[in-house]
Structures are given as structure tokens and as C-alpha cells.
């Protein structure tokens, strides 16, 4: 099938589309040293991930139907930081972080993310954004300039479901009229939660390598055919009209 036949690309957000301006806890820990903090970034990396983890697996979907996801945070950065800071200070640190975290200050567009945007469309493809997210995700693709390139964006957190569920693949065929999965293409740096899932929902998909220390790998690697170093690289091979989607 050629590209010419896709009526849908859609993108997973961070380290697909978005990236770090700086990264998470190298950030968490500078805030944090206005308030107290003496650790070190590596300790912050450590926890953060540790705590992310640990409230995913307790709250999934960022609280969704259980906490509010600005409480889902704020636990987040009370575990993060236990027993280093004042008393009170994780709840000034989560507002700031909750705050600046969805600002262009802390989030940039990928590399090849807005001429591939531009390339789409001139071909009249419908875009669209599928992230295990929260709400934020909006506004951070306003902030970085985006956002009116997408038909739809869909969060994890607002429809009720996380990839790689495939009801989330469903559901954005609908926002544009696609009955056909063939008709889409996902592209995403997670091989369970992108890839795998994309495929098993009928969809094309590609994965791009990212760092993402959360990403899931899997025992099975994708198709060479269907790997690329970043978003560039898919720009220019959809340009040539040299992207392999079987």
C-alpha cells in the first residue's frame, strides 16, 4: 500500500512528536533546590521514574475515575521528593511543575515533526495526535505552534482508555469517518504501546528509536522496513515516496 492511500497519520506524543527541552528530573531537581533540595539529579531521575511507575501501576491512566490527574501529579512529586524537602513544599513544587510543563519553556516540536506536519498537509492526509496522556497534552501543542495541523487529538486520560488498548485506535477512526484500519498509520516510539498495538487495531505503523526510559520493548523486533532513526527520516522517505508499510 502507498502512502497515497492513507487517509490517517496520527503520532504518539512524547518522544515521538514532542521532546524535552530539558529533561524531567533535571528539572524537578532544579525547582526543588529553591526549596530545600540537596540531592542529586540522579537521585531525582531514580525516584521520578520509580514513582511514575508506582502510581501508574496504583492509579492508572493518571487517576482517571479515581483522583483528578493534578492530584495524580501531586503524588508523584510528594513520593519524589519524600523526606528531603520542608513540610509543604511538594505542593508549591507540583503547582510550578503541573504549571510549566505544558509550556513550550519546557517541550519542543521533534526533529522533522513540522515538515512532516507540512508534507501531510499538502497531501490533504488527515493528522491526528493518540497519547497516554493527560489534558495538558493541548495545550502543549498550542504552545510549541502545532496544534491546528491535527484533526483530532486524543489523551488517554479524557476518553477512558490507554494504548494499547485498541478501543483508542477505534476511536479515532471515528473522528474522521475511517472504517477501514488499513486506511491508518500510527507512528510511535513504544513497540508494545505503538507498534504492536497499531498492528493488532489493523492499522499500519512505524516506529521511531527514541531514549524514552518508560518505552516498552518487546522480544520480537519491528520490521527493519518499518524503523527510522527520527521524524525526519519518515518526512523525507514519505516524500520520495519510499515508505514501506507491509
Not at 158 to 164: I, N, R, S
Amino acid at each position: 500500500m502507498s502512502i497515497s492511500g492513507l487517509k490517517l497519520i496520527t503520532f504518539d506524543a512524547t518522544n515521538t512528536l514532542l521532546k524535552f527541552r530539558i529533561l524531567p528530573w533535571h528539572y524537578y531537581a532544579l525547582i526543588a533546590k529553591n526549596y530545600g533540595f540537596n540531592g542529586t539529579e540522579k537521585d531525582v531521575k531514580d525516584k521520578l521514574l520509580d514513582s511514575y511507575k508506582f502510581m501508574w501501576e496504583k492509579y492508572p491512566n493518571f487517576g482517571k475515575g479515581l483522583i483528578h490527574w493534578n492530584k495524580w501529579w501531586e503524588k508523584v512529586v510528594e513520593r519524589t521528593f519524600e523526606g528531603q524537602l520542608p513540610k509543604g513544599a511538594e505542593a508549591q513544587i507540583s503547582k510550578i511543575l503541573i504549571e510549566e510543563f505544558k509550556t513550550s519553556k519546557l517541550w519542543c516540536v521533534a526533529e522533522g515533526g513540522r515538515q512532516l506536519l507540512n508534507i501531510l498537509g499538502r497531501k490533504s492526509i488527515n493528522a491526528g495526535v493518540i497519547s497516554n496522556f493527560d489534558p495538558r497534552l493541548r495545550d502543549i501543542l498550542k504552545s510549541v505552534g502545532i496544534l491546528s495541523h491535527f484533526h483530532f487529538v486524543l489523551t488517554s486520560y479524557e476518553v477512558g482508555c490507554c494504548k494499547p488498548d485498541k478501543k483508542i485506535f477505534d476511536i479515532a477512526m471515528s473522528r474522521c469517518g475511517i472504517t477501514s484500519p488499513s486506511e491508518c498509520l500510527h507512528i510511535g516510539d513504544d513497540m508494545k504501546k505503538d507498534y504492536e498495538a497499531a498492528i493488532s487495531a489493523g492499522w499500519r505503523a512505524l516506529i521511531v528509536n527514541s531514549d524514552n526510559p518508560l518505552a516498552s520493548k518487546s522480544e520480537t523486533p519491528p520490521n527493519p522496513e518499518h524503523l527510522y532513526p527520527d521524524l525526519t527520516a519518515v518526512a523525507n522517505a514519505i516524500q520520495k515516496c519510499e515508505v514501506k508499510l507491509t
